[in-house]
């Protein structure tokens, strides 16, 4: 009986990131908790998983990857590289965003050049935002440190006994992978998308204002009120009593505490002030007259998961938001309380201390240049780039594990300032680490239950003399599928365990499979949702699911290609 709880455990779990909107470390979690308070899973076991040696060295990077965020260099380049003809400023831009995401946060090297890629005057930014986002993940998958996922496969390695990878086994795939993923994007210039939401950047948004109680509004017809056509702005809904009124008529009658929510140029924001008891958050908080700022939503952002009402957004960044979209399209409702997710567009209006906030890198990519949250000195960037130098050298001559490294950078990090205490207890990767945590213990409990064991034995009995070259290729056509329909986190925590059987029922090496499972969860280009980065530049391009599949494939056919060709020999079976 414990065995089938244990599988109905895990398709729970798998059912649970494919087809609900639950975030993975609630689904993770869930299962973890589940498998612990039934005895599947001890104390000790739970222990051991969370400072599994892979799971402490990619909490080490990306506490080092918060302080490194903060270089000056990238933000220099980012005005630099492009050029008037498109093709050579796709390589430009996609060889400086791969070489960097080879060793930085991918996350943090897009918030960094997207801003210059949005305000630039010489290309459309959706022609270069998706070649950003793409060269960023395909660059991570050149070393060990360049992706979260590359190190949850070494930590599922290392927990199961295995040596794991040295910082550039991944290298001579990944960089070929690249190169052949950038030149696929440079022969398909022509085919991006041309889309003008970089030109008009805060236009097109959910607008919200509220009729007072003793506005000289209520009564009156929409037409009487002179609300029809704003000039820009257009009244779509009406919110009332908790019903919708759309399309909203020129007879519409308007009532006390009415929700009148416009479509439209936010800039023109101000026209409501003139309308007796016609008000909005911003204006009633005096920010409207502000200067307008636009802020892409983060994944794991504080507001994430929650309403803009419920977050209390004024008080955590001093601004109010004004105008919401989200996959480049207005929402439709109450604007307070819209369920903020991952990606989202904000338009704010911001009060005085708005720039002096720390919490902004944290929550948000700001399109924003005068913005500058959290930049270090000359000297600080020139520190943090010889000690990552010296700690990149060092781990790969096997001067010292990469864990010793990372905890000595973070150190100097600490001691220098560029990076707080306060900083690091913030921005922890809690949810991280508990999904991977979790993700061992569920593999955990399969081998407890003799799970393993049966899948093996079943696995050579089906498998027999196959080809393992056959197997490489289905593991990884799997993994890239289920990290299309989650994220690349999940999809190799889930994949790994069947990529590990498979290896033992061919009884071969399982470091080709370990590094299919790596390259396949990486190979996130067909939908917007499996990778951080896609998700961050899609409101900013005005990407529709249609561009990703036009543009990703390729993409995807070439680096498949690449990483099939090469992952067997360079890990040979």
């Not at 049966?454 to 599928?481: C, F, H, R, S, W």
Request: glycine letters at 10%; hydrophobic letters at 50%; aromatic letters at 8%.
């Amino acid at each position: 009986m414990g065995a089938y709880f244990v599988i109905a455990v895990v398709v729970g779990l798998i059912a649970g990131l494919v087809v609900t909107r639950l975030s993975p470390v609630k689904v993770f979690a869930s299962a973890l908790g589940v498998l612990y308070f039934t005895g599947f899973i001890t104390t000790e076991q739970v222990l051991n998983k969370a400072t599994n040696l892979g799971v402490v060295t990619l909490l080490a990077l990306l506490l080092v990857s918060l302080g490194l965020e903060k270089l000056n260099v990238l933000t220099s380049l980012s005005n630099r590289l492009l050029h008037p003809n498109l093709g050579i400023s796709i390589l430009r831009l996609g060889l400086v965003t791969a070489l960097s995401s080879a060793f930085l946060n991918n996350t943090a090297v897009v918030a960094t050049l997207a801003g210059g890629v949005q305000r630039n005057k010489i290309h459309r930014p959706s022609k270069l935002l998706i070649v950003l986002s793409y060269t960023a993940i395909m660059g991570g998958t050149m070393t060990l440190i360049g992706t979260s996922t590359n190190l949850i496969v070494n930590s599922f390695l290392l927990d199961s006994g295995g040596s794991g990878f040295n910082l550039f086994d991944f290298f001579p795939i990944g960089a070929v992978a690249t190169l052949a993923g950038l030149l696929t994007l440079a022969v398909f210039a022509k085919t991006l998308p041309d889309h003008t939401v970089g030109d008009k950047a805060i236009t097109d948004y959910l607008l919200e204002a509220e009729v007072t109680e003793d506005s000289n509004l209520i009564g009156k017809s929409v037409a009487d009120n002179g609300l029809r056509d704003l000039n820009g702005l257009f009244l779509v809904e009406i919110v009332r009593d908790g019903q919708l009124i759309t399309p909203v008529t020129p007879r519409e009658v308007l009532h006390a505490s009415d929700k009148l929510i416009f479509s439209g140029d936010v800039t023109r924001l101000h026209v409501l002030d003139e309308f007796d008891g016609l008000r909005s958050f911003a204006m009633e908080e005096g920010l409207l007259r502000s200067n307008l700022t636009e802020v892409i939503v983060l994944p794991g952002a504080t507001v994430e998961g929650r309403t803009i009402k419920a977050s209390g957004f004024r008080s955590l960044f001093d601004a109010a938001v004004v105008g919401v979209s989200r996959a480049g399209l207005p929402l439709s409702g109450k604007l307070g309380e819209i369920v903020l997710r991952a990606g989202d567009s904000l338009i704010l209006a911001v009060g005085p201390d708005f720039r002096r906030r720390n919490n902004l890198r944290r929550n948000f990519v700001v399109i924003d240049s005068k913005i500058d949250s959290g930049r270090i000195s000359g000297s600080q960037s020139s520190g943090m780039l010889l000690g990552l130098a010296m700690v990149v050298i060092g781990a790969a001559l096997g001067w010292f594990e990469l864990v010793s490294g990372l905890a000595l950078l973070l150190t100097f990090m600490l001691a220098t300032g560029s990076v707080s205490v306060r900083e690091l207890r913030r921005r922890f990767p809690f949810d991280l680490w508990l999904i991977i945590t979790s993700a061992l213990c569920v593999s955990q409990a399969l081998a407890d239950t003799g799970l393993i064991a049966l899948i093996l034995a079943g696995a050579e009995d089906m498998l027999g003399n196959l080809n393992p070259i056959y197997a490489l290729v289905a593991v990884y056509l799997v993994t890239l599928i289920m990290t299309e329909l989650m994220t690349n986190t999940a999809a190799a925590a889930l994949i790994f365990p069947l990529a590990a059987s498979f290896a033992g029922a061919l009884q071969v090496d399982v470091m080709p499979f370990a590094a299919a499972v790596a390259f396949g969860a990486s190979a996130s280009f067909l939908t917007p949702f499996g990778y951080t980065t896609n998700l961050m530049v899609q409101n900013m391009g005005g990407y529709r699911l249609a561009d990703y599949l036009r543009i990703g494939a390729p993409v995807s056919l070439a680096y498949t290609a690449v990483a099939l060709t090469l992952i067997p020999r360079v890990f040979p079976f």
